[in-house]
């Protein structure tokens, strides 16, 4: 049994993380933490047996464990707090810099546990990047559009800029057109990472899509991922909770572990 401590239960990725762990018999949902809220387990989907944690040192039970969905701002602390206690770490929660990415995977080398940070725990992301990274071989020019609700925190993506950042991986920068576009307004083509331009949409109605755009002479190529339903990232929440243990530092990216 997979004794687990959700983070950032209260919100939408949260509950649905509830579901899935309550609807697996190989997990237990053992407690959940989230600064300021009050102790209502009805009102979140939880068994009066789950502990309700509403600071980091109020946690001393032992966990196998810790799911986090909270926030851009507490994730590097949450992430840190878990490693140091032994508890293997499996976050879905963007917004990390990568100078703190370096500090936690060092950390949980010291430490010998694994985790994962999952820039995006949906399937179809993941292969999307990993196409990315090959067609990036080969068409060395190429932009990325993400498209999110209004309510996300950060902007852009962790997935956006994990999807540029393979890009700048295994192409040929030499190979890169010269651009001298000229901005008539700053910003208007979005923020470059690794040397690609990252574009990000915040509006109602979406939920998480991505498009990767490569140009090449007299041609071009497309890659686009849609998630209609939030519901559809627990697969690859489900397959980071049952395998992180098998792990001995902090990865970065679902298809580690795939």
């Known amino acids: 049994m ?20 309550n609807n ?25 047996e789950v502990n309700i944690y509403n600071s980091l040192n109020q946690i001393t039970d032992n966990f196998d464990v810790w799911v986090d969905f909270t926030q851009p701002d507490a994730v590097y602390e949450n992430t840190k707090f878990a490693i140091e206690h032994n508890i293997h770490p499996v976050i879905g929660t963007s917004g990390m810099s990568d100078e703190h990415q370096k500090e936690l995977i060092s950390l949980s080398k010291d430490k ?35 498209m999110h609700h209004q309510d996300k925190k950060d902007a852009p993506s962790g997935t956006a800029l994990n999807t540029a950042k393979i890009i700048g991986q295994n192409r040929d920068n030499s190979a890169v057109s010269d651009d001298e576009t000229k901005d008539n307004l700053s ?39 849609d998630s209609f339903d939030r519901g559809s990232f627990m697969k ?16 970065i990216g679902l298809e580690n572990i795939l």
Do not use: W
């Not at 697996?24 to 009066?48: F, I, R, W």
């Open 236 to 251: 690859g929440v489900k397959v980071a909770i049952q395998k992180v243990s098998d792990l001995d530092h902090l990865v």
């Open 24 to 48: 697996n018999d190989d997990m237990q949902l053992s407690g959940v933490y989230a600064p300021h809220c009050t102790e209502d387990h009805a009102k979140y989907n939880l068994s009066n």
């Open 112 to 146: 010998q546990v694994g985790g994962i940070i999952a820039p995006n725990f949906g399937l179809s992301a993941v292969l999307l990047m990993k196409f990315a990274g090959e067609a990036a071989k080969y068409f060395p020019d190429a932009e990325v559009i993400e």
């Open 187 to 225: 910003g208007s083509r979005g923020g470059t990472y690794d040397g690609v331009h990252v574009h990000a949409v915040r509006l109602p109605g979406y939920v998480a899509h991505e498009q990767v755009l490569f140009g090449g002479a007299g041609e071009a190529l497309t890659l686009r991922q």
């Open 2 to 21: 997979i004794k687990i401590l959700l983070a950032g239960f209260t919100g939408s990725m949260g509950q649905k993380a509830i579901n899935l762990i």
